[in-house]
């Protein structure tokens, strides 16, 4: 099946320091992706939406240029996380999806990057 | 009030028991609905696609759908220890598992021997 690895699966990071979390598609091209933040015992809250060679869609109230995503290939997604601070400590999960989105179309999810910041 | 509410657990319950888990949402624009298993530091697994009101069944899991009452179920039968996971329920109001999904909680179930 389709496999999506996310990099690092876990990081501890100063706070005021930039992270970036990397989302990769291993057998699949994927034409968007999905960022996600689950904070313990909360649900997956969607952040962006990645489409390859174009700028990413932004939930409301997540802040564009604090979570600066880059979907430059069809194999890659990256998250970085600017001038994090504790607050920002989550779990961050990306899923992939290949060609249109159409109903038959599945998400596929990364095992999650672990941020927590000091 | 959180558009999809599902009881966050723990449930626990002996191996062979039947399971169910459920969730309620309050926007009638979601059409499909999904369930998923999220293993311990692993990503979700899509387990149950639905779409329309009525049962879906696949292997020992069955998905229901209410739209009349905004209530979603599913049903895991003849349980087993490797069921233990949490069980998200998602949903979204485009194009089916692609699109945007609003997920629940999740529910973690631990099914001891």
């Known amino acids: 099946g389709a496999v999506v690895s996310q990099h690092p699966s876990w990081v501890i990071c100063k706070s005021g320091t930039s992270v970036k979390i990397e989302c990769r598609s291993l057998?699949?091209?994927?034409?968007?992706m999905f960022w996600y933040r689950q904070f313990p015992k909360q649900s997956l809250m969607l952040m962006a939406t990645?489409?390859?060679?174009?700028?990413?869609?932004?939930e409301q109230g997540v802040e564009k240029d604090k979570f600066l995503i880059n979907h430059a290939s069809l194999t890659l997604s990256t998250l970085t996380v600017t001038s994090a601070h504790p607050e920002d400590s989550s779990f961050y999960i990306c899923?992939?999806?290949?060609?249109?989105?159409?109903?038959?179309?599945?998400?596929?999810f990364g095992p999650g990057t672990r941020l927590t910041v000091l | 009030q959180k558009e999809v509410e599902q009881d966050p657990g723990p449930l626990s319950v002996p191996e062979g028991a039947i399971v169910s888990l459920n969730c309620t949402y309050s926007?009638?624009?979601?059409?499909?609905f999904m369930w998923y298993r999220q293993y311990s530091r692993k990503g979700p697994e899509l387990l149950m696609y639905?779409?329309?009101?009525g049962n879906k069944e696949d292997g020992r899991f069955t998905a229901q759908v209410d739209k009349s009452s905004k209530y979603i179920s599913l049903f895991i039968r003849d349980s087993q220890p490797s069921d233990s996971a949490t069980y998200l329920c998602a949903m979204s109001d485009n194009t089916g598992t692609a699109s945007k999904l609003t997920f629940g909680t999740g529910t973690r179930l631990q099914v001891t021997l």
């Open positions: 639905t779409y329309s009101s």
């Open positions: 990645s489409n390859e060679g174009s700028k990413a869609t932004y």
């Open positions: 926007n009638s624009a979601f059409q499909y």
């Open positions: 899923s992939a999806v290949s060609g249109r989105l159409e109903r038959t179309d599945t998400q596929y």
């Open positions: 057998d699949f091209q994927a034409t968007t």
